[in-house]
């Protein structure tokens, strides 16, 4: 059987070390060891772990970027609620498999602060996926497919955290798993948010307008029937 190109076997060493020990215990020096190549062979295809560890998110894991970079683009013939239902399925699967590479970290505090300059300097980070759904939603505001003063950044934190929450909030559950199948969670997240993003315009306030309540019924007189009106001055 014909050995797999030398950058292959990195790749997926990278990414059979990172989803079982975690990307903080992972090194170049085991990734080498497991892929049948030297240290030194590793550094020819990738500068750093945190290049190697965006190979793995965008060549291994599910495409959550490249939808999203797509969609900004071109949101193409399905309506904004099923393209949000797909980015909501995509993103939940991309972070049940990069939580649990990613959360190591958090236990090095010098680890962490290391990986995220390395992530600036690539200019990467798990700030992007919101970035490029806040972008694509504005593209469908400019479109007139989304309400006018709808928060497109609000609105992408709220599904994409929606869909971290879904990689780890039920591993204590009894059931050690989420309430609803992925496709019926991308469906009725998606069909949630939109309530607020199609939701006519006109019906809103602006932020920060005060609440006005609609005019009730009159008050009562002394003898139980309307007050009568006030007099003119």
């Given at each position: ?125 798990p700030h992007k996926?919101?970035?490029g759904l806040a ?99």
């Amino acid at each position: 059987m014909e050995q797999k190109p030398t950058r292959v076997r990195i790749v997926d060493a990278a990414r059979d070390l990172m989803g079982t020990v975690g990307l903080a215990r992972t090194t170049t020096k085991e990734i080498a060891r497991a892929a049948g190549c030297s240290e030194a062979a590793l550094y020819k295809h990738f500068t750093s772990k945190e290049q190697l560890f965006l190979t793995v998110l965008t060549e291994r894991l599910p495409g959550l970027g490249g939808l999203l970079e797509a969609l900004a683009v071109d949101p193409g013939g399905r309506t904004v609620e099923e393209n949000l239902t797909e980015v909501a399925r995509q993103a939940a699967l991309f972070y049940g498999q990069t939580f649990p590479i990613a959360a190591s970290l958090y236990a090095e505090p010098r680890l962490k602060a290391r990986h995220d300059a390395a992530m600036r300097e690539l200019g990467a980070g798990p700030h992007k996926p919101i970035e490029g759904l806040a972008a694509y939603l504005r593209a469908e505001q400019r479109q007139g497919r989304v309400a006018p003063d709808a928060d497109p950044q609000a609105a992408a934190a709220l599904l994409l955290g929606a869909c971290v929450q879904r990689a780890f909030a039920y591993e204590a559950t009894p059931e050690g798993e989420p309430p609803q199948p992925l496709d019926v969670f991308a469906r009725a997240l998606a069909h949630t948010l939109m309530r607020g993003l199609s939701r006519p315009a006109s019906r809103r306030s602006p932020p920060g307008a005060p609440c006005v309540r609609p005019p009730g019924p009159p008050s009562p007189g002394p003898t139980g029937g309307p007050a009568p009106p006030a007099p003119r001055r």
